[in-house]
């Protein structure tokens, strides 16, 4: 090694002894006659002083030549910084080594991205260097995050019993969910591979040959439109198991929520984790994977608005529509009245028409624009309803159900950040599950699957696959993490004549069936147990472990929200060459 120690080791321990370091210049400071210069590696920063006596005068000539991101070889002695300026914000603060000797490794041009700048830059120019950008002790930071717990799920699952094993990332195009990215075969010209998904039906294909406890670090591709969270290429935890229910399943998370919890955050979370159905997440909180570091319940006020005179509240719930509200505690001292149109103008994003609202006053009625429709005694079934306290906020929405949950969601997110309801650092972990099996598609008159056509449906619910299949709700079940979606998975169905059925529903015919999935069909028909799994997203986990914005930050190469590159300049244009090589001709 070029070095002896890095250059987040060294302590007073080290004094009197010479070491090697090795680094980038993140700083250096000329207070004439030497130079102080900060030496960052990813382990630290120790301050190498070239000062005279210890440092020969030509090597102190040398030093003045010295900017930042410079590479550098430092040999010296470990001292005590002078009394009043050691810097206990540094791990290495007390000590400084005095350079006896030194070698620039490599120069640096003046760098666009500044590691250890105040100010970041736009991402653009970040993503376009993002060697320099991954300097950043953040970001390298963040990288190590992702590393440790990349290795603590490996850990856990291995002592769990679980076997590792890699499934092919050049697979066959089963179009049941987004697109697929394709790759031509040269060998078989006008063929293509797709790149998985994910390893789905590879992983119930290997249930079948009797590994009944799976697991993968896998790399997954989706060729869909990309948000903060979102990219085109992710890597997940892949479990699947045999011989398992839903609770199963579920305890294995549990157990790996509550040791990287303890782990990397120092957080108790007592297990079993929170679990609510689907038709209760959305009946109280309007999402399905709803944030419960807060309240701002959704109540139900259907019954009440009727009985009011106010024509959109009895309009809605005569034609079968909702009335739900929430309370937003203390809310006036946020939103005045230019705050309230601010709110409503928002919800018009989310297809609602307007906000009907109450301020619960200091002699604890309510009162507002909309009041004057309601009788005294009815604001007070509403003020005891809603629990209003004076100087509450209560906001409604009135439209059919769906709608209803789309916007009282947006306006519990946004009021929750908005009024700061939730603490820096705070976690909450808990299950969504029975989700519905299908979801009726009214563009095209058909049903399609809400998870994918693999889900077994609940025992009790199998008879309304031939005679109601919306009321069919599925053995499925997703981790929710701070009001995002960690992880979802599955029981899946192990009976070829099931399979079969959910097939049928989702317009899928028999032959269709066999060109797509033969293979697994096939197998199912020799022997296979009762299995389930789940995947959990590895850059979300990170990117909540870690509280960052953007899913971008905890990946080391990203894509942009255009799917590009900005570094390598990929996607790019290829040969002629190799398009006929491929037996491809591009039309655009």
Not at 25 to 47: I, N
Not at 225 to 240: K, N, S, V, Y
Not at 408 to 428: D, Q, W
Not at 440 to 464: C, Y
């Amino acid at each position: 090694m070029l070095r002896t120690h890095t250059c987040g080791e060294l302590s007073e321990q080290q004094c009197g002894q010479s070491v090697t370091l090795c680094g980038w210049v993140d700083s250096y400071r000329d207070h004439g006659g030497g130079l102080f210069v900060d030496l960052r590696d990813r382990y630290g920063v120790t301050q190498v002083v070239f000062n005279p006596p210890d440092t020969p005068v030509d090597a102190i000539e040398a030093s003045k030549g010295l900017r930042s991101e410079f590479v550098i070889k430092a040999v010296g002695n470990v001292a005590e910084r002078p009394e009043g300026m050691a810097n206990p914000k540094l791990a290495t603060g007390a000590i400084e080594v005095r350079v006896t000797e030194f070698q620039i490794l490599n120069k640096s041009l003046v760098p666009p991205v500044v590691p250890n700048g105040q100010e970041l830059p736009g991402e653009d120019l970040r993503l376009k260097h993002r060697y320099l950008d991954l300097r950043r002790p953040a970001m390298q930071r963040i990288m190590m995050l992702r590393a440790r717990m990349i290795k603590t799920m490996r850990d856990h699952c291995t002592q769990q019993g679980f076997v590792d094993i890699e499934t092919p990332v050049l697979g066959r195009s089963t179009p049941e969910g987004a697109r697929d990215y394709l790759v031509p075969s040269r060998v078989n010209q006008g063929t293509f591979y797709a790149l998985p998904q994910s390893p789905q039906l590879y992983k119930q294909i290997l249930m079948v040959a009797g590994f009944d406890r799976y697991m993968q670090v896998a790399r997954c591709f989706r060729d869909e439109d990309l948000r903060a969270d979102r990219q085109p290429e992710f890597t997940q935890l892949d479990l699947e198991m045999s011989f398992v229910d839903s609770d199963d399943v579920i305890g294995v998370i549990d157990g790996l929520v509550a040791r990287l919890a303890k782990e990397e955050l120092g957080l108790d979370v007592p297990t079993p984790l929170p679990r609510m159905t689907y038709d209760e997440a959305m009946e109280r909180f309007g999402h399905d994977a709803p944030d419960l570091r807060f309240g701002l319940e959704i109540i139900e006020c259907t019954d009440l608005a009727a009985k009011s005179d106010f024509g959109v509240f009895k309009n809605v719930a005569k034609s079968g529509g909702r009335v739900r509200a929430i309370n937003v505690k203390n809310g006036l001292s946020q939103y005045s009245r230019r705050g309230i149109d601010a709110l409503t103008e928002f919800v018009k994003e989310f297809g609602a028409k307007g906000l009907a609202w109450f301020r619960a006053e200091e002699d604890g009625k309510l009162g507002g624009s909309i009041a004057k429709f309601f009788s005294e005694e009815l604001l007070a079934e509403f003020g005891g309803r809603m629990a209003a306290e004076p100087g509450d906020l209560i906001l409604f929405s009135a439209d059919q159900f769906a709608a209803t949950c789309r916007v009282l969601h947006a306006l519990r997110t946004k009021i929750a950040r908005e009024m700061k309801l939730t603490k820096p650092g705070e976690m909450h972990f808990s299950w969504v599950e029975e989700f519905p099996m299908f979801d009726f598609d009214e563009d095209e008159q058909r049903w399609q699957a809400m998870h994918h056509p693999f889900t077994a449906p609940l025992e009790r619910d199998l008879a309304h696959l031939e005679d109601d299949p919306g009321k069919c709700r599925a053995q499925a079940y997703d981790l929710v993490i701070n009001g995002s979606e960690a992880g979802g998975g599955t029981i899946r169905i192990h009976d070829a004549e099931i399979q079969q059925k959910v097939f049928s529903l989702l317009g899928i015919d028999e032959a269709t069936a066999k060109e797509r999935f033969g293979f697994l069909l096939d197998a199912l028909q020799y022997g296979a147990p009762p299995h389930g799994g789940i995947a959990l997203g590895i850059d979300r986990w990170v990117m909540l472990f870690g509280e960052l914005e953007n899913i971008r930050d905890c990946i080391a190469f990203p894509k942009t929200q255009k799917a590009t590159d900005l570094m390598t300049e990929a996607p790019g244009t290829v040969d002629a060459k190799q398009l006929k090589e491929l037996g491809v001709k591009i039309d655009a």
